[in-house]
C-alpha cells in the first residue's frame, strides 16, 4: 500500500474532529438540544404523492436488492425494519432476507408473515450459524437487482431513502458507489447526525464514513468476492475499502437516508457495545496496509 494513501495526521485529527461534531453539533449551542428535530422539520417536507408519481416517470428505474441478514433480533426491530422498507416512496425493489440459524422463535414467524404478504420479500434460513459475513453472502445471492442496499436487521431506512438514490442515480448513471448522510434512532427519537462532506480512500482508512446507508452496484460486489470471513464486524468497512481500491466510482447523497439503532448489542452504541470491534479494526488496515 502507497504510504501516501494511508492516513496521516491529518486524517487521525479529522477523524476525531467528524466524531466530535456528531457528538456535539455546533448547532446544538445555537438552538438547543432540539436542534436536530428542527432541522428535520425544515430538510425532510415531502409531498408524498408527487414523490412517488416522479419516481414513475424517472428514465432509470433499476431494481434495487436490499440485502437484509438477520439473527435473533427482536420482533419489536424486526417489524421495524421491514416495514421501514415496504414505506418506500420507490417502489422497485426486493429485500433479500437471510436468516442466519436463529434460535429465537419469532423470527421464522415474522418472516414467513411478510413473506406471504409482499411478494417482493425474498427469505432463505440458513442450515447453520455462519456469522454476518457469510450471512451477507447468502442474501447477496438472492440478489437480482443491478444494486445493492445494505440494511441491518434493526435498522431503519427513511421512507424517501430509495426515491433519493434512484433520483441521485438517473443524474449520474455510472455510479458504482453511493453512500448517504445517517442518524441514530435512541428510544424512537433521531439523534446525532452525520452529516458527511469530505471523502477520499485516505480518510476511508481512516474511519468507515461510508457506514449508512450504502449502495453498490451489484457487479462490482460479485468481482471483489462479497463480505469476507473473519471480518465480521468491520465487514462492511472492509467491502467499502476493496470497492473504492477497485476504482469504485463514489456519489454522496447529502440526504439523511439511515436511521441506526442505539442498543444494548448494536454497534450504534459505540465500540465498547462490542469489545472485539478494535481487534478486527487493527487486524483490517494492518491487512490492507500490507
Known amino acids: 500500500m502507497d504510504s501516501l494513501v494511508f492516513p496521516g495526521l491529518y486524517y487521525t485529527i479529522a477523524k476525531y474532529v467528524i466524531r466530535f461534531q456528531i457528538k456535539y453539533h455546533p448547532f446544538r449551542k445555537l438552538q438547543g438540544s432540539s436542534w436536530y428535530d428542527k432541522w428535520i422539520q425544515s430538510n425532510e417536507q415531502y409531498d408524498i ?4 408519481q416522479e419516481c414513475t416517470r424517472f428514465d ?13 433480533v427482536q420482533e419489536e426491530y424486526l417489524r421495524e425494519c421491514i416495514e421501514s422498507v415496504r414505506r418506500q416512496y420507490y417502489t422497485n425493489w426486493e429485500l433479500c432476507i437471510a436468516d442466519d440459524h436463529s434460535t429465537m422463535p419469532h423470527i421464522r ?3 414467513e408473515e ?5 411478494d417482493r420479500i425474498h427469505v432463505t434460513y440458513r442450515s447453520q450459524n455462519g456469522h454476518i459475513s457469510e450471512c451477507s ?3 447477496l445471492s438472492m ?10 436487521n434493526d435498522d431503519a431506512l427513511a421512507d424517501f431513502a430509495l426515491y433519493e438514490v434512484v433520483k441521485t442515480l438517473n443524474q449520474h448513471r455510472d455510479t458504482d ?11 424512537g427519537k433521531r439523534v446525532q447526525p452525520f452529516f458527511k462532506k ?16 450504502a449502495v453498490y452496484r451489484t457487479a462490482l460486489v460479485q468481482s471483489i468476492g462479497g463480505f469476507r470471513s473473519g471480518y465480521e464486524g468491520v465487514q462492511d468497512w472492509d467491502l467499502a475499502i476493496r470497492a473504492v481500491q477497485k476504482g469504485a466510482r463514489m456519489r454522496h447523497v447529502s440526504k439523511v437516508l439511515y436511521h441506526w439503532r442505539i442498543s444494548p448489542t448494536s454497534t450504534a452504541g459505540g465500540e465498547r457495545q462490542k469489545s472485539y470491534i478494535k481487534d478486527k479494526q487493527r487486524m483490517l488496515l494492518q491487512d490492507h496496509k500490507n
Not at 458507489?177 to 428510544?187: A, G, I, P, V
Open 49 to 52: 404523492e408527487a414523490a412517488r
Open 60 to 72: 432509470y428505474q433499476p431494481l434495487l436488492s436490499i440485502i437484509l441478514p438477520v439473527y435473533n
Open 109 to 111: 414467524k415474522v418472516l
Open 114 to 118: 411478510y413473506k406471504q404478504l409482499d
Open 137 to 139: 453472502n447468502t442474501a
Open 143 to 152: 440478489a437480482s437487482g443491478e444494486y445493492i442496499v445494505l440494511l441491518d
Open 177 to 187: 458507489l453511493l453512500f448517504s448522510d445517517e442518524d441514530k434512532w435512541l428510544d
Open 198 to 213: 469530505e471523502w477520499g480512500l485516505p480518510l476511508l482508512f481512516a474511519m468507515n464514513y461510508i457506514c449508512h446507508l
